[in-house]
Structures are given as C-alpha cells and as structure tokens.
C-alpha cells in the first residue's frame, strides 16, 4: 500500500521568501512522484514529477523537488515566492511502472504575503 | 490540444435524489479516473477506466455509486441516491497509459447535498 504524508497543512511566506513544502511517501515499490496545484474552483495541474533519473526535478513556475530515497521525502521548493504562487498543493505518488493510481496527500494551503 | 471537459461545474440537489456527472477525456487518452474531493481533503480514486474496462473500483461505494465508460471515450458517474456526506467536487482525469505520465485534470463538478 501506498501513502502520503504533507506536513504543515497550511505555509505562509512573504514575498520574495523561499517556499518549502514537505511531503513524504509510503510505497512498497520504487515510486513515482508527483507535485500538483489547484487554485479555487479548478482542477489540478502538474507542477512536476519523478519517474526515474536525475533525483532533483524541475518543473513549471520555477518549482523544484528532490527524490531522497534514504528519506522517503520528496519536498517542494522554490527560491523566491510570488503573490501567484498563492493556491493549495498537493503532492501524489504511484506505484511505479504498474501504472496504477494515483495516492494523494492532503494538501498544503500556501499563502503568500506581500 | 482540448482538456479533460466536465459538466456541470456546480450541482445542488437534496438528499436521496439522484445526479450524473459527465466527462470527456484528452482524446486519445486510454486511462479515465474520477476523483472524489471532500473539501479540505486530498482527492481520492473512486473509479479508473482503462478503455472501457474498469480497472479499479475498490473504493467506490457501489450501494449508492455507479460509473460507465461507453466506447472507451467519455464517462458519467452517478449517485443515487445522494447523501449529505457526497458533497464535494467530483473531478475527472485522464492519462495516456496509467498514471506514469501524469494526469490530465478537469475542472470539476462541486456537488452540494442539501
């Protein structure tokens, strides 16, 4: 079985600060991992992912997370924020190449200061 | 290329009624699942589609859900009949093989129970 845990369920940073998200993972197969952000009222859009490869990910508005497999953690940051960045995160994982579902955490309310 | 498209955006019914949500997927795309978010919660599977054969529907509450996948392109999910603790927003998504790739969101149905 399969699990998320993001610690903190809400982060707020001023403008300008680094944004640091956690989130740690549960699988009993080597992972993939995944970052999503959701703004009210819509769906959720992939920010990034690790399959297999280079363990520090980069993705869409700036964002970057890296793989620790001794940690089992796979942390969201960014060096500086912006007012836009302000929405909720969630991060996800998969069993690998089965292909199977995705496993959410609970999010991260990220609120940005200015 | 066109998104995941859901309708309605926002239902409001009362309890014991029934509903349908619809969904077309990113065309081409093999894999269809439905998301339940309760709000303040992480989306959680409750059906995936490979084609028009379900993959897993261990967590849909099959006394009062059901889902289809005609022709292996669009789907409906319907409750009925609904409960006070269905409402949420029910989101739709789709990948091209499992969920290596990422998925594809849409922007949901927020189902209200009154």
């Known amino acids: 079985a399969q699990s998320v845990t993001q610690l903190g369920s809400h982060v707020s940073v001023s403008e300008g600060a680094l944004v640091l998200l956690r989130c740690n993972y549960s699988s009993s197969v080597p992972p993939y991992l995944f970052w999503y952000v959701q703004y009210p009222n819509q769906g959720l859009q992939l920010l990034l992912k690790?399959?297999?490869?280079?363990?520090l990910v980069k993705g869409i508005n700036g964002f970057e997370a890296e793989f620790k497999k001794s940690e089992t953690s796979f942390h969201l940051t960014k060096p500086s924020a912006h007012m836009s960045d302000a929405a909720e995160y969630f991060c996800a994982v998969s069993e690998g190449t089965s292909g199977s579902r995705l496993t959410f955490g609970e999010g991260t309310q990220l609120t940005v200061n200015p | 290329e066109a998104g995941v498209a859901q309708s309605p955006r926002y239902k409001i019914i009362e309890k014991r009624q029934s509903v349908a949500f619809w969904c077309n997927p990113i065309s081409g795309h093999a894999t269809l699942y439905w998301y339940q978010q309760i709000l303040g919660q992480g989306p959680k599977l409750l059906i995936q589609f490979q084609n028009n054969g379900v993959v897993d529907d261990s967590q849909l509450p099959k006394d009062r859900f059901s889902a289809e996948r005609l022709k292996g392109v669009d789907s409906t999910l319907k409750i009925q009949p609904a409960k006070l603790e269905d409402s949420a927003v029910y989101l739709c998504?789709?990948?091209?093989?499992?969920?290596?790739?990422?998925?594809?969101f849409g922007s949901g149905t927020r189902l209200t129970v009154v």
């Open positions: 690790y399959t297999t490869g280079a363990t």
């Open positions: 998504a789709s990948s091209l093989v499992g969920s290596n790739y990422g998925y594809t």
